[in-house]
């Protein structure tokens, strides 16, 4: 193993798992800054993790085990996403491999436990946020699907590692497909975020909330392994907009090194969308993320055509 495998590593597992509610905090404070106001600090989400977890769990009066295992599930699938996301293009395996359509699988999982909760303690907001997540879920993982396999074409491999091999540099860039799946997977990464104008992060009300509305009857460490699963999913949807669809460099030490600026660049461009964007009506978004899928297929028609 080389020292870029094992520096890769590091940075993939420590970032995924101990900085991603750093990306949260980032994003929380740029929207701040943005809208005139001093904001929590980019460290709130650590202080509200370390507050949950010194509190005990809650067990709900007729709930059975999917509700009690649906946060232990929702942590191990989005771990295995983080191992599965590579930080750069020679990553060690951790024995879970690369392939695109497995991330898929697993944060569709993940969504699954949590909806399934819902459903177990039949609470009327959290089944309503659960059905509009599921909802939307059919277009969210239909354009990251459809994403994901443009870069995977322009690549020749559905493994992410060659992924962000062969679509590092510009050469990858000189055709519109690419283009088209980024275009597309920019939409992933709100939806995936639950970020304007998909969704408000920063509201409680039961009658618009999407993927708050799920968790309602969690509290404690239970709660705090949910939120850590949300900020995970920033940092596996952002490291994937990052290495695979923004233009970034050969060589796995300059992917390393720019890797955390790619982030933050990102969490401003995150912040500056809901800024700029109020939230939509929710029976608009469907066609939004439909927008996007049909960008991504474009992109595999245009892909197809180029090689014919």
Not at 115 to 120: F, N, S, V
């Amino acid at each position: 193993m080389t020292a870029q495998t094992v520096v890769a590593g590091m940075e993939q597992v420590v970032g995924g798992v101990a900085a991603a509610p750093l990306l949260v905090g980032l994003t929380q404070q740029g929207k701040a800054l943005l809208q005139g106001r001093r904001g929590p600090g980019p460290l709130q989400p650590y202080r509200e993790l370390r507050r949950l977890w010194g509190k005990s769990a809650v067990d709900v009066d007729g709930s059975t085990i999917v509700y009690r295992l649906a946060p232990v599930l929702v942590a191990a699938a989005t771990g295995a996403a983080i191992l599965l996301v590579p930080a750069a293009d020679r990553a060690p395996g951790f024995g879970v491999g690369h392939d695109a359509l497995a991330l898929a699988g697993l944060l569709a999982l993940a969504r699954l436990a949590v909806c399934a909760a819902a459903w177990d303690v039949s609470n009327g907001f959290a089944l309503q946020g659960a059905s509009r997540d599921l909802t939307l879920s059919v277009f969210v993982e239909a354009a990251l699907v459809l994403s994901l396999a443009v870069a995977a074409l322009v690549a020749g491999t559905t493994d992410l590692r060659g992924v962000v091999a062969g679509n590092a540099g510009f050469e990858p860039w000189s055709t519109p497909a690419l283009a088209l799946g980024a275009a597309a997977f920019l939409l992933v990464v709100i939806a995936e975020t639950g970020r304007q104008p998909v969704d408000n992060p920063d509201t409680h009300l039961e009658l618009t909330m999407i993927h708050e509305g799920p968790v309602l009857e969690f509290g404690g460490r239970d709660q705090a392994l949910l939120q850590w699963a949300v900020a995970a999913r920033h940092w596996i949807v952002l490291v994937l907009a990052a290495e695979v669809f923004l233009p970034h460099p050969r060589g796995t030490w300059w992917q390393l090194v720019l890797l955390p600026l790619s982030l933050a660049l990102l969490c401003g461009v995150l912040s500056v969308t809901e800024t700029l964007l109020a939230k939509m009506r929710i029976l608009l978004v469907p066609r939004l993320i439909g927008v996007g899928a049909a960008m991504a297929l474009l992109g595999i028609v245009t892909r197809l055509v180029e090689g014919t």
